[in-house]
């Protein structure tokens, strides 16, 4: 985020979306984590066993917590929306249940990853020149 280009409005409507997205994936990851009976059925459907809800859960938990880490927002917000273009797929594909929840969630996190777009670039070590070049 660069705060020169953006407004304090628009920054704490980003600090406050980050904190509701990272509350839901807090939430979705831990009912993942701790095996809730519904969580465990959407996982028998994806086929690919419970170490993957397990996978799953730490990538959510973990994602959401670097979510409120002002250093690496840019790149969980990425890591979240992969993980939330995999379950539009597995609930278009295999799993039964509206893939809505989880485009809601792609798109707010693409929106954050946007938004941290230079705090990101800037963590991958690429230089203004090499951005143009690219």
């Known amino acids: 985020m ?3 280009i953006m407004s304090a409005r628009q920054q704490i409507i980003l600090r406050v979306l980050r904190g509701l997205v990272a509350f839901a994936f807090v939430l979705f990851g831990t009912l ?14 994806v086929g690919l066993g419970q170490w993957f809800r397990y996978a799953t859960g730490v990538i959510e938990v973990g994602g959401a917590i670097l979510l409120l880490s ?8 990425l890591v979240l929306a992969a993980t939330m273009i995999g379950a ?9 249940g ?11 996190c693409l929106v954050i990853a946007w938004s941290y777009r230079q705090g990101t670039l800037t963590l991958l ?7 143009l070049s690219a």
């Open 2 to 4: 660069n705060s020169d």
């Open 32 to 45: 993942k984590l701790i095996g809730i009976p519904m969580m465990v059925d959407v996982f028998d459907h």
């Open 70 to 77: 002002p250093r690496f927002v840019g790149p969980a917000a």
């Open 88 to 96: 539009i797929i597995s609930h278009l594909t295999v799993v039964p």
């Open 98 to 108: 509206s893939p809505a929840p989880a485009a809601v969630l792609l798109v707010l």
């Open 125 to 131: 070590g690429l230089t203004q020149a090499q951005r």
